[in-house]
Structures are given as C-alpha cells and as structure tokens.
C-alpha cells in the first residue's frame, strides 16, 4: 500500500543487520526478524503481493551460506523457507538465494542460480514456502548474473551481467536477451520493475 518500508538495520556496528519496518515517511523501526544464528544477518527484504508477508534472505554472506526466511509483517515467529544444503541438493555451484521475486499468488518465490558446471548458464526456479523447489523452464546465459526480478505479470525477468555490470530484459525462460541500459562503460545494477511493468528503475555508477 505504499505506507510503509521493508528495511534491514542494526542497532550497533558489533552486531549483525536485522529486519525492521519503518513508515514510508520515516519513524521509529520496528524490529521484527533476525537470523536464527545471531551470527547471522537479513538482507533483500521483500513484501509479499498482499502486504501481510515479508521475504528476507538471512546468511553469514559467504556464497554458500545464504537462506530464505519468511515472517508475517505483524511480527511473529520467522519460517525458514530454504536452507544451505538445498544448494548442495540441487546441484547448485555457487549462490543459493541472491535475488528473488515473489509469485503473484504470494505462496511461492521465484529466483535464479548457476548451474552445475555441466550446464552452463543459469537456471530458474520456484520455491513454495514449505521449502519444496521446482526447476522452471529455460536459462539465463551469460557469466556473473545477479539480481533476477520478475516482472509483475512475471512474463519478463531483469538481471544484471557483464563487466561493468549492465541491466538485461529478456523472456521469463530467458530467451531474447537485451541490455536496456546505456554506456557499457557505466556500472549499473540493481534493476526494479514498475507495477505495470513498462519501466525499470536502477542504479547508475561508474
């Protein structure tokens, strides 16, 4: 509804970031998540279609040691969707949750990971919240993909890749990529959807 941030935070520079809500014209954070190792800090909050769910990625930041974690917005008690080991399951080489994008029905999330070195490129993936991952159709090629979102009608994805990293827009299976964004010599990243999926906002540097 617009009324109010997803915000990771810390309260000190000796302990890790936890996540936090905060009006969307500031205020006092409310804490609501940490990582269930204290060890551990939450990154990439996401609201869930309806407003009632946040997503968070929680982790020691070490490519193998990133995990899915879901809270209701009023607080409670934090569900771990994934964990570490799903990555080593599933064949995974590298990442396990970086970027994601939740499902329109708010009971799954999508996202990306390289594939085993078998398989080049990048497959993309569905996760239910009870932890149950299913392999999508396509891949994404190229080297150093990251951060996949999915449009809101979820039939394109935006992904960074290259060196310097720039946005690409392709089919939600991966098909006909193009970069979208402009000097290759800039650095741009962190690519977001508009709600009607016409427009995509990013970060610009050199």
């Known amino acids: 509804d617009g009324k109010r941030l997803a915000v ?3 309260t000190s520079p000796k302990v890790p970031f936890r996540l936090a809500i905060v009006g969307a014209e500031g205020g006092e954070l409310r804490w609501l998540a940490a990582a269930a190792d204290p060890a ?3 990154m990439n909050p996401r609201w869930s279609p309806d407003g009632r769910q946040i997503a968070f990625v929680t ?5 193998d040691e990133l995990d899915l974690s879901v809270v209701s917005a009023d607080g409670g008690q934090v569900r771990q969707v994934s964990t570490a080991k799903l990555a080593d399951r599933l064949g995974f080489s590298g990442r396990f949750i970086v970027g994601y994008t939740w499902a329109r029905d708010g009971e799954q999330l999508y996202f990306a990971e390289k594939l085993p070195l078998s398989e080049p490129g990048y497959g993309l993936y569905s996760i239910d919240l009870s932890g149950e991952v299913i392999r999508l159709p396509g891949v994404i090629e190229g080297e150093s993909v990251l951060g996949v979102e999915w449009s809101a009608d979820q039939s394109q994805i935006a992904y960074m890749a290259g060196t310097p990293t ?3 827009v392709a089919n939600r299976d991966g098909s ?7 000097s290759p010599d800039r650095q741009t990243f ?6 009607d999926g016409r427009e995509i ?3 610009d540097g050199v």
């Open 59 to 63: 982790g020691a930041f070490t490519p």
């Open 201 to 203: 906002a990013f970060f």
């Open 166 to 168: 720039q946005v690409f």
């Open 8 to 10: 990771t935070g810390r």
């Open 190 to 195: 962190n690519p977001a959807w508009s709600p």
């Open 40 to 42: 551990k800090g939450t």
């Open 176 to 182: 006909n990529p193009r970069r979208v964004t402009g």
